[in-house]
T-cell receptor, first 109, second 114 residues
Framework: GQNIDQPTEMTATEGAIVQINCTYQ??????LFWYQQHAGEAPTFLSY????GLEEKGRFSSFLSRSKGYSYLLLKELQMKDSASYLC??????????FGPGTRLSVLP | DAGVIQSPRHEVTEMGQEVTLRCKPI?????LFWYRQTMMRGLELLIY????????DSGMPEDRFSAKMPNASFSTLKIQPSEPRDSAVYFC????????????FGDGTRLSIL
C-alpha cells in the first residue's frame, strides 16, 4: 500500500524559520506536491518536486530526496498569515496520487 | 479567469434525502477530482475523471455515492440516501490533464446531514 506521514501540528514564532516534513513509502513514485490550506478555505498549490534537491520560491522552498522517501517544505520569515495546514501529495506512475494527512502550523506573535 | 465553481456553498438537509453537488471545472482542464474532507479523516479522494471518463473511483464510499461528468464543463456528485456521517466539506478540483499537474480547487460545499 501507499503510506505518507506528516507531523500533525507544529508551532513557530513570527519571523522564524520552520521546516515541515513529509515521508512516504510508495511504489512507482513520480513526484510530490505541497499545498497550503487556510482554515475554512480550499487548498492552494505551492510547489511540485520531481527531481532531488531544493526549489526556492520566495519565502517558501521545497526539498525532495527520492532515495530517502523524504520531502520538506521550508518557510522563512514566518508571518501570521502562514498559519494554515500544509498538505503533501505524492503522484505515482499510472496516474494515481495520494494526499498526506496534513500538518497544522500555528504562527505565534 | 474563473476558477472552479461549486454549488451550493452550503447545504443542510435531513437524513434520507438526496443531495446533489455540482462542479464546473476551469475551461480547458481535462481532469476533474471530487474530494471529501473531515477533521477525522482529512482530505480523501472520492473519484477523478479524465476527459469525462472516470479513471479511479476506488474512494467512493459505497453505493449511496455516485458521480457523473456528462460533458467537459460540468460534473455532479450525488448522495442518495444521505446519512449524518456524510456531513463534511466536499471539494471539486480540476487540472490541465494529468495528476502530475497542479490541481485548482473550488471553494467547497459544506454539507450537513441532520
Amino acid at each position: 500500500g501507499q503510506n505518507i506521514d506528516q507531523p500533525t501540528e507544529m508551532t513557530a514564532t513570527e519571523g522564524a524559520i520552520v521546516q515541515i516534513n513529509c515521508t512516504y513509502q510508495t511504489s512507482g513514485f513520480n513526484g510530490l506536491f505541497w499545498y497550503q490550506q487556510h482554515a475554512g478555505e480550499a487548498p492552494t498549490f505551492l510547489s511540485y518536486n520531481v527531481l532531488d534537491g531544493l526549489e526556492e520560491k520566495g519565502r517558501f522552498s521545497s526539498f525532495l530526496s527520492r532515495s530517502k522517501g523524504y520531502s520538506y517544505l521550508l518557510l522563512k520569515e514566518l508571518q501570521m498569515k502562514d498559519s494554515a495546514s500544509y498538505l503533501c501529495a505524492v503522484t505515482l506512475y499510472g496516474q494515481n496520487f495520494v494526499f498526506g494527512p496534513g500538518t497544522r502550523l500555528s504562527v505565534l506573535p | 479567469d474563473a476558477g472552479v465553481i461549486q454549488s451550493p456553498r452550503h447545504e443542510v438537509t435531513e437524513m434520507g434525502q438526496e443531495v446533489t453537488l455540482r462542479c464546473k471545472p476551469i475551461s480547458g482542464h481535462n481532469s476533474l477530482f471530487w474530494y471529501r474532507q473531515t477533521m477525522m479523516r482529512g482530505l480523501e479522494l472520492l473519484i477523478y475523471f479524465n476527459n469525462n471518463v472516470p479513471i479511479d473511483d476506488s474512494g467512493m464510499p459505497e453505493d449511496r455515492f455516485s458521480a457523473k461528468m456528462p460533458n467537459a464543463s460540468f460534473s455532479t456528485l450525488k448522495i442518495q440516501p444521505s446519512e449524518p456521517r456524510d456531513s463534511a466539506v466536499y471539494f471539486c478540483a480540476s487540472s490541465l490533464d494529468r495528476v502530475d499537474q497542479p490541481q485548482h480547487f473550488g471553494d467547497g460545499t459544506r454539507l450537513s446531514i441532520l
